[in-house]
């Protein structure tokens, strides 16, 4: 599984494994609930405490080929010039958090069929293994019954073809979206692909209701997947070939260093504006955010002084910049704005709202036109 995206996890309550590849790995903090789960449920069955650690020591080797898995996402789509900012451990699986995915539909497909192949290389490998020990049983059911390579073998061969399933965000989902997309529009193949995976959200939630309630947390994971993929496509659509200069803001109130925030709290209140650039000598030299303001309220009250809260790792963007990748640095940093520049002066301000709210204009404004032509 992967998607389309320092130091820090693209992700809250991750904690850092190491890195493979120059890729760091994280693990969420809801994995080691799965394995405090893991562990009560073979002790409640087993009373064993060699079967606690059997099955743990299991669960931790089917994550290590998860890891496989989303590296050999990450290390193709490295081939056609993607970086991947981290790769993640769920208790559904993992996430390679790509920087895009590629435009080429063929590409896409490769970096798509990649982890499914890391899969079932390993399968094959574990039954070469195998074999050159005793004959290795083709009947699954009977491999899920012998020791844990044998199970880690089905496993792996499991993982390859429910990822193969044509729903987002799956890899299937992405193959099915690319193949689409070698005949049609872009966009149009995402909606496509994204009602297909929703189809199938909805068939695996009827099949959780009747047989497995955990299957129902998949179908949820499956349907917000391709809801968020389509939507994505979407705003990827409507901003294409606009700038910065289409989402500037050049009417805004600031703040000086020397200033109170008492200053910060009147300008607070007086309009709709949270976060303020701050500004010295017509330079843009940091940023009051909100999180920043009530922080200096609660340890030093209103009469501290703007410099000592603020923000002074500022991010600037060219005018002429695709909003697109504007859109994509906001998110990768973290940041709530953006200096803007024209031919290296300062020229204003950007922030995720005004882009969005640019965003929902488009979107108006393509509807009524498409309204109209059905008129």
């Known amino acids: 599984m992967n998607t389309d995206s320092k130091n820090q996890p693209s992700m809250k309550w991750s904690m850092r494994l190491g890195s493979l590849a120059g890729i760091a790995v994280y693990v969420h903090a809801t994995f080691l609930i799965l394995l405090l789960w893991i562990a009560l449920s073979y002790w409640r069955s087993e009373q064993n405490l060699q079967a606690v650690v059997q099955g743990v020591v299991f669960i931790l080797a089917l994550f290590g080929c998860v890891v496989l898995h989303e590296l050999g996402h990450a290390l193709t789509a490295r081939r056609f010039g993607i970086q991947t900012r981290d790769i993640i451990l769920l208790p559904i699986g993992g996430v390679a958090s790509l920087e895009k995915m590629p435009d080429d539909p063929k590409e896409e497909i490769l970096v798509a069929l990649a982890g499914p192949a890391v899969n079932v290389v390993i399968a094959g490998l574990i039954w070469l293994f195998l074999s050159l020990q005793h004959p290795v049983p083709l009947d699954l059911s009977a491999l899920l019954k012998g020791n844990m390579l044998q199970q880690l073998l089905v496993v792996n061969l499991f993982l390859a073809a429910f990822n193969l399933l044509p729903a987002f965000p799956m890899d299937g989902g992405r193959i099915l979206r690319a193949v689409l997309a070698l005949r049609m529009d872009h ?85 709709v504006q949270k976060d303020f650039p701050v500004m010295e000598d017509d330079r843009i030299v940091g940023v009051l955010t909100q999180e920043d303001l009530l922080r200096g309220l609660h340890e030093q009250g209103a009469l501290a002084r703007v410099r000592e809260y603020m923000q002074t790792n500022i991010e600037t963007a060219d005018i002429d910049e695709p909003l697109e990748s504007v859109m994509k640095r906001l998110q990768a940093c973290g940041c709530r704005l953006l200096a803007v520049t024209r031919n290296g002066r300062f020229a204003g301000i950007v922030n995720m709202d005004n882009i969005l709210e640019l965003v929902r204009i488009e979107a108006a404004l393509k509807e009524g036109s498409s309204l109209k032509k059905t008129l």
């Open 187 to 271: 966009i149009a193949a995402t909606r496509m692909a994204a009602s297909v995976g929703q189809a199938f959200a909805l068939w695996l939630g009827l099949v959780g209701l009747l047989y497995n309630p955990f299957l129902l947390f998949i179908a949820l994971f499956v349907w917000i997947g391709a809801m968020a993929e389509a939507g994505t496509e979407e705003i990827r659509s409507l901003l294409h070939g606009s700038t910065l200069s289409h989402a500037i803001i050049t009417h805004f109130e600031s703040l000086s260093p020397q200033d109170a925030l008492t200053r910060a709290i009147q300008l607070t209140l007086d309009g």
